[in-house]
């Protein structure tokens, strides 16, 4: 039973160029979650995915978007890189309504 | 907004003995909260749940309590070993997300 699986692993990009970090959820699982984790700090949540629609949205600008398919898998989009963008993206997956979430190992994305 | 702390950045403990991290947290009235432990290079994996109205939960050597009233939380880890040795982060339970804390670094010295 595969867990969480995030592609790509390491990501370089420079500013103002856009990225797209993909994400297959657990199986069985229908809501997925992405979160921004910069070096020596907790991971911030961004947003949550549930029914390809938005759910809840953290304190993060315009500029990061995503996408729910009908599969449950899920895109987080950066436009217009910035390098304090630079962190480790994780991707979290979960049932409707239940807890605990489960995570992938992130990809790493760096901004020169 | 809500804040989360946790005790120390960094705790070192010899092995076999108990370590007690502490997770604090203000502004905030989680439905349930969580731990997390981390290892450098990879995603955070689940622990512990627990909510609002238990006290305590175990998992084998795990234990975790939840005090509402003082809005903290400790994690223990008894008989500790080297391979204890991770970041262990506190997670606080909206319902649709969860907050973080910045971690504490967990070091068992043989």
């Known amino acids: 039973d595969a867990g969480v699986t995030q592609s790509p692993t390491h990501l370089i990009k420079t500013r103002g160029q856009q990225v797209t970090l993909r994400c297959s959820p657990k199986s069985g699982h229908d809501t997925v979650s992405w979160y921004q984790q910069a070096l020596g700090q907790g991971p911030q949540f961004i947003f949550q995915y549930y029914e390809e629609e938005e759910r809840q949205r953290g304190n993060f600008p315009d500029r990061f978007s995503g996408h729910q398919f009908p599969n449950y898998s899920s895109e987080l989009n950066v436009n217009a890189l910035l390098l304090g963008d630079s962190a480790l993206y994780l991707c979290?997956?979960?049932?409707?309504?239940?807890?605990?979430?489960?995570f992938g190992d992130g990809t790493r994305l760096s901004i020169l | 907004s809500q804040k989360i702390e946790q005790n120390s950045e960094a705790l070192n403990i010899q092995e076999g003995k108990t370590a007690t991290l502490t997770c604090n947290y203000t502004n905030y009235s989680p439905a349930y909260l969580q731990w997390y432990r981390q290892d450098p290079g990879r995603g955070p994996v689940f622990l512990l749940l627990i909510r609002e109205n238990e006290k305590e939960k175990r998992k084998e050597r795990l234990k975790v309590t939840f005090d509402t009233t003082l809005k903290q939380s400790l994690f223990h880890i008894t008989a500790s070993q080297p391979a204890d040795s991770a970041t262990y982060l506190c997670a606080l339970g909206g319902a649709n997300n969860l907050f973080f804390g910045t971690g504490t670094r967990l070091t068992v010295i043989p």
């Open positions: 979290a997956s979960s049932l409707a309504g239940s807890q605990p979430q489960h």
